[in-house]
């Protein structure tokens, strides 16, 4: 038997010593070329200083696909994340030449990211928002073997708010694991899944709300477009909800209109709280003298607005969101030429609320107050916005201030506590303070009221919803009748 001559090393005189040397070198010049290409993006993408924020303060000092970046990690990961292949064609890399030196199609891909964090193979441009390849959901539960039954369902505990955008291939398996997820941490509330992502507010135990925050981050679908700031908190806890819901439906807040029609990822600019207070502030101060150039617009339901609102502000009077395409189309000449401030509760409403709204290409600009009031009041408890903040759950309102704007239904006296009508064809939201609740004014209107006492002398046991003098009264979508001179002046 021959025994086999050993190979000779790799060395510099080596065919595959020279392509060793060459593929070094190939990656070195891609490398320069992509930190270059990085580095012109980001600096494309810089506020002048004398711009940095629209009502003058110094904080934003980046601004891409309508985002605003204060610090310089936030907009190198953003241009990592949504833009590589951008940076890969201005560096003069593609995953095919990637691929052409030899290297897998994921690794190129990888190449063309700054940042070094692997971009999905097959995401064009980056410019749309999420990527076209979404990961595999994985369902994990969370070890929840050291923590005491007790801990775990503990009535002292929060009320968490949160969504997601992103794009979900399998939204009845994200649904079927939500569901588990939540059982098996003792939540309660509601989830919404759709194809364009994730909608929800759960309560339960500290413990609880602490691992399922943990458990949602780790989640490769909603990795690095997740973090921890999206989930606003408030007491509260199981007990806040009847029951846990989770679904699949079309849109995770439902406006009514088609999510490839009018998508998130056409939403208007987002301003911090900061940057959002000091545009009110700027807006009422300029409103004051008549001069405004601004519509500061509350994107809730009227029975939200009612109790609590930011000073100035204009609220439609709808009764669900799925109206509001149609209140601005009713009304878009309060929005012609103007600068757009947005808000609602949690900030979900105002993604598809401000891409509707700019769809029709009447105002000069669309802002939206990122993170909602939650986020705003955690910072400003005591800034521009007044009275409660309405919450969709058994304790109706949370609150931040002693101001209370609204008054009884039957004796005008300050209230802001809502009960349900008791009147079982109805069942609308009612405030009525304590003294008219003990002289049995416990309905939303007379209609009602009446209605209730037939009801309870019948006892028939069947119940079907009727309308009753508030929804008769009330338009399904409102036209304003405001004159240009009062909506300037940010009057009520």
Known sequence: MVPCEAAPPPGAGSPRGSAAAEAVAGRKQR???????????????EVPAAGRCPAGGEGVRWRCCRQAFEELPGIHRHVALQHAGDIGR??????????????????????????????????????????????????????????????????????????????????????????????????????????????GTVGGSKVATSLYIEVMLSQPLFKDILCQEDFKSSAGGAHCFPDLRVGVFKEI??????????????????????????????????????????????????????????????????????????????????????????????????????????????????YQLKGGIH???????????????FVFDDRYAICSNEDIISACRYCGTLWDQYKLCSSQHCRQLVLTCPSCHNKGLTACCPVCQEKELKVTSRASGQTLKEEC??????PRVPIERVSRRMLDAGKD
């Open 31 to 45: 490398a320069f070329a992509r930190r270059k290409a990085f580095s012109l993006f980001v600096k494309a993408k």
């Open 90 to 199: 201005q560096a003069g890399l593609t995953t095919d030449a990637g691929q052409q030196a030899g290297l897998p199609a994921k690794q190129a891909a990888a190449e063309a990211s700054p940042s070094g964090c692997p971009v999905p193979v097959g995401d064009a441009d980056g410019l749309n928002g999420r990527s076209c390849s979404t990961p595999e959901i994985t369902c994990t539960l969370p070890d929840t073997s050291c923590v005491s039954y007790d801990d775990l369902t503990s009535k002292v505990g929060e009320v968490l708010l949160y969504y997601c955008y992103c794009e979900v291939k399998d939204p009845e398996k994200l649904c079927a694991w939500q569901k588990a997820l939540c059982q098996h941490l003792h939540l309660t509330g509601k989830v919404r899944v759709a194809s364009e992502g994730i909608n």
């Open 253 to 366: 807040v439902p406006m009514g209109i088609d999510p490839k029609i009018v998508s998130y990822k056409e939403t208007g600019i987002h301003l911090s709280p900061q940057e959002f207070h000091r545009e009110v502030e700027q807006y009422l101060s300029q409103a004051s003298q008549g001069q405004s150039d601004t519509v500061l617009l509350d994107c809730r339901n009227f029975y939200e607005s009612k109790i609590g609102h930011f000073q100035g502000c204009l609220a439609p009077d709808i009764r669900k969101f799925s109206y509001f395409p149609s209140y601005v189309d009713e009304n878009l000449e309060l929005f012609k030429d103007k600068r757009v401030l947005m808000y609602c509760t949690g900030g979900i409403r105002c993604e598809r609320g401000s891409a509707y709204l700019r769809s029709k290409a009447v105002c000069r600009e669309v």
């Open 375 to 389: 986020k705003y009041l955690e910072e400003f408890p005591d800034g521009f916005y007044r009275g409660k903040l």
């Open 469 to 474: 003098e508030c929804t008769r009264r009330r």
